[in-house]
């Protein structure tokens, strides 16, 4: 059997990510001051610059990053190459190219450390799958004297590309976990058991087909975090009254949840319906499409969505809400999709309106469990 390398990263890489990864963070500071959220106050002081100079290490055996950050005005950028551990590279003239380190470390995910100091001796020697995140650490280093870290990422190749692919995501993800732990003010133990009982809570609630929409709606606007980190959207307003000014529709609307989509600058309109139901009718076969109950979601939602096509309908909502809606779009969460559907699910639902956006409560479980692995990380540096 072929055995297959591990991905191979380029200074230009390197320098795109360093770039974006400021350019995205400043950004999202940018977008949340809007709305009163001032995120540079969560934020390590290297990453409130302009910009951030860089400075990269890219070991082509090992393949493994080092990206060394400090503040800046403008963006800068430097690599080096180089073969055995990332770190051999602060030392010169190889002092420390034979020298055994402090630390082996070996598979290391979500290890962070801050205010952190070694002297006398190389501080890491790395292996295997490594992400590091590094705040402020002070090496006593021969030839040289000290040299302190500000802030780092080091990564293995696999990890880099995945973020490299997926920075936005990345960004939004790191940031706002710095926001909450900065928001909740609570010790670092308790901020995240909290974050961990809300995980355990979505098992219990979104993977059993018996739990009503109503206990769904409760835990999810009783936890912000989830709105916010895995839909992307803030300013909620649940239960809205949607009036039936004109007298022409039977009753009046009442959708789940209407709040703003912060990244995609639109108003959402959310109804959930309950979790563990398989969504998709006839799998794998060329007359596969969603169940019933998909359509019925539809239906329900152009109707929430076409209330604000009328002028005196907008003008009520404005009145009574403060705010002005106008051609917004919808969300319909429902039944989970394994992994053995997710081509038919994509397939499918590209047949559907543009507006209209289907999220299974597994990829809301996923992508919370993603930001989730960031805040302990983040927490522990």
Same mark, same amino acid.
């Given at each position: ?277 398989? %969504? ?78 289907? %999220? ?22």
């Amino acid at each position: 059997m072929m055995k297959l390398n591990k991905p191979m990263v380029t200074a230009k890489m390197l320098e795109e990510f360093s770039k974006n990864f400021i350019l995205e963070l400043n950004k999202l500071k940018e977008s949340l001051n809007k709305f009163d959220m001032d995120l540079s106050k969560a934020l390590p002081e290297t990453l409130n610059g302009e910009s951030i100079s860089v400075e990269a290490v890219y070991s082509h055996d090992k393949k493994h990053i080092l990206l060394m950050f400090k503040r800046s005005e403008i963006f800068n950028f430097r690599w080096t190459l180089c073969n055995g551990d990332v770190f051999n590279v602060l030392a010169p003239y190889g002092a420390w190219n034979n020298s055994p380190a402090a630390f082996n470390v070996t598979d290391a995910i979500n290890v962070s450390l801050k205010n952190f100091k070694i002297e006398g001796g190389k501080p890491f020697e790395l292996y295997g799958t490594i992400d590091i995140i590094i705040n402020e650490l002070e090496l006593n280093v021969p030839y040289r004297g000290l040299v302190k870290i500000d802030y780092a990422f080091v990564l293995s190749s696999e990890i880099f590309i995945q973020r490299f692919e997926n920075l936005k995501q990345y960004v939004d993800d790191f940031a706002r976990a710095y926001w909450e732990y900065y928001i909740q003010d609570k010790p670092k133990d308790e901020f995240q058991q909290s974050y961990e009982e809300i995980k355990f809570e979505m098992e219990r609630l979104f993977f059993d087909e018996t739990i009503l929409e109503q206990e769904i709606d409760d835990f999810i606007s009783e936890n912000h975090v989830i709105l916010e980190q895995c839909l992307g959207l803030i300013k909620p307003i649940r239960q809205g009254d949607l009036k039936n000014v004109h007298g022409d529709n039977p009753k009046d609307f009442r959708p789940d949840l209407i709040a703003y989509d912060q990244n995609n600058h639109a108003w959402k309109i959310v109804d959930y319906k309950r979790a563990k139901r398989k %969504i998709i009718r006839n799998e794998g076969k060329a007359r596969a499409h969603f169940k019933v109950e998909i359509t019925e979601l539809e239906a329900q939602l152009q109707d929430y969505i076409e209330y604000f096509d009328d002028k005196a309908q907008r003008e009520y909502f404005l009145k009574k809400y403060g705010v002005s809606i106008e051609y917004p779009e919808a969300i319909g969460i429902i039944g989970n999709v394994n992994h053995s559907e997710v081509k038919e699910f994509n397939r499918i639902k590209g047949r559907r309106p543009r507006w209209f956006e289907i %999220i299974p409560y597994n990829y809301l479980y996923e992508r919370y469990c993603r930001f989730l692995d960031t805040v302990h990380k983040i927490m522990n540096s």
